[in-house]
């Protein structure tokens, strides 16, 4: 029986069982496909990620460093308003190179990794979980913990003491054990072009209701243009629409989820959900890169697979660490929803040089910054 068995090797699930891992639990680590694919993420970050890698990574995966935003009431075309800072603000990375990394760093530490597992099911009992999964032909069939095997499409079951739900913003983990669902469900898309302009800042249009879309540049690796809008708008149409406004062809368009607000509660009987799975996102912009990985160390940290009630103390720490600054970022999006006029004056009013710390929504509220903005006011 394993310690741990956690389904999804995403940022957040690599993360978890690679700690675990070095802590001397047996981690078993099933992703459904391969390791990064399909890609639905920017992997537009904080410094803060590089302490979540292994050495090396931001020669690896760097493709360009960012300083700033022009942020735009309007469209292509509309005037922005030059939010920077006189260094780098941010990275712009190849996301699925960091979950390649972060796999095998996992695997390094003795995480028994296994692709073309897509988990169906999971049942929770007194003594620990029973986790049912298809896998695929092409990953060499199952082999499951009785010791079956096959080179056929198979199920298999898998027993663990606990199971880590690191599945994503559509979990299977979350079903499977009756664990609420975030309070909404964003559409992401996102799309390349070819432009390789040299730029250090990226627009964000407030044209996408209730959210933004924007445009990054990725260096050598092309533009990004993107957009995010809540379930019953017709996202597609928006995404369309915004690269005709800018009046460039696009590649293949690439669709993901963005939970926003976390449930009340993200642990089980015998499981737990981290990053995605728990809508641990920054709600203003969308990104869980570094949350969820920030939670999967407190998970790894606080939970002890043979004593349920430690389960507890995994929620406490990371709502302590992480629920101010999601509170504050639900704030900072409501601008998002204000009349224009107000949004136009308050953007040329603030814009300027910043002091702020991406994934940290209460650096906007620092005493020094809110002296800042009331002395451009
Ligand atoms: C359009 C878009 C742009 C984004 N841009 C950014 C950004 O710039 N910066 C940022 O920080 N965040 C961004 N995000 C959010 C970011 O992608 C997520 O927060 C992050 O990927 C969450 O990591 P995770 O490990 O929790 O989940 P995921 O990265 O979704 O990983 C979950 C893994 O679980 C696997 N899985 C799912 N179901 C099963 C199953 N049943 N069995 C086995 N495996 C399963 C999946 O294949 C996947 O590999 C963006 C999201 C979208 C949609």
Known sequence: MYDFVV??????????????AETGRDVLLLERGDVGEPLACSGHVSADLWAFTPPG?????????????????????????????????????????????????????GVDLREGHSV?????????????????????????????????????TFHARMVVGADGPVSTVRREC????????????????????????????????????????????????GLAAPPGENANELFDRFTADYGIEVGEVCAGMIPIDPPSRVTGHR???????????????GGGIVYGMTAADHAAREVDPRDPDSLAAYERAWRADLSTEIRLGAWIRRAYSLPEPLQRAGLRALSGEIDVHMDKPTSVFSTDQLRAFLSRS
């Open 57 to 109: 990574a931001r020669e690896a995966l760097l493709e360009n460093e960012i300083r700033g935003a022009n942020f735009h009431v309007g469209g292509p075309g509309s005037k922005g308003e030059r939010f920077y800072r006189d260094r780098t603000i941010s990275y712009v990375i190849d996301r699925v190179g960091l979950d390649v990394l972060l796999a095998d760093a996992a695997r390094d530490a």
């Open 271 to 285: 499981s737990l959900l981290i990053g995605d799975a728990a809508a641990q996102t920054k709600p203003f912009t």
């Open 7 to 20: 389904v999804g090797a995403g940022p957040a699930g690599s993360r978890f069982a690679r700690r675990a």
């Open 120 to 156: 169906l099911a999971v049942e929770e009992d007194q003594e620990g979980v029973a986790v049912s999964v298809r896998t695929d032909a092409s990953d060499g069939g199952g082999t499951d913990d009785a010791g079956g095997s096959s080179t056929e499409p198979t199920t298999a």
């Open 178 to 225: 009756g664990l609420p669902e975030p309070g909404e469900k964003l559409q992401g898309l996102l799309a390349f072009s070819t432009e390789t302009e040299p730029a250090d800042f990226v627009d964000v249009h407030l044209t996408a209701p209730s959210f933004f879309a924007w445009r990054i540049p990725r260096g050598e690796a092309g533009t990004e243009y």
